[in-house]
C-alpha cells in the first residue's frame, strides 16, 4: 500500500505542495478579510457623506434653489 492509502487518502501530496496550499488558503483568507474591512470603509464614507450634506442642507437653508442646481448640474 501506499503512504496514504491506509488512511484512505486518494493521493499523497508531497510536504512542500500541501504547505503550499496552506499557505494561500490562509492568503485567500486574509484577501477576503482585507476586502470586507474595504466595503465597511466604503459604507462608513457614504453614511458619513450623507450626513455632512444633510447638516449642509439643514444649516444653509434646506432645498433651495441653488442646491438643485447643483444637483441637477444647472448652471
Known amino acids: 500500500m501506499q503512504n496514504g492509502a491506509a488512511r484512505g487518502a486518494g493521493t499523497v501530496l508531497p510536504p512542500a505542495f500541501d504547505a503550499w496550499r496552506a499557505g494561500s488558503a490562509t492568503l485567500a483568507s486574509m484577501l477576503k478579510k482585507i476586502l470586507f474591512i474595504l466595503r465597511l470603509a466604503i459604507v462608513f464614507g457614504g453614511i458619513v457623506l450623507f450626513g455632512r450634506a444633510v447638516q449642509y442642507l439643514i444649516l444653509n437653508g434646506g432645498f433651495n434653489g ?6 441637477f448640474f444647472r448652471s
Not at 66 to 71: N, R
Open 66 to 71: 441653488s442646491f438643485y442646481d447643483i444637483l
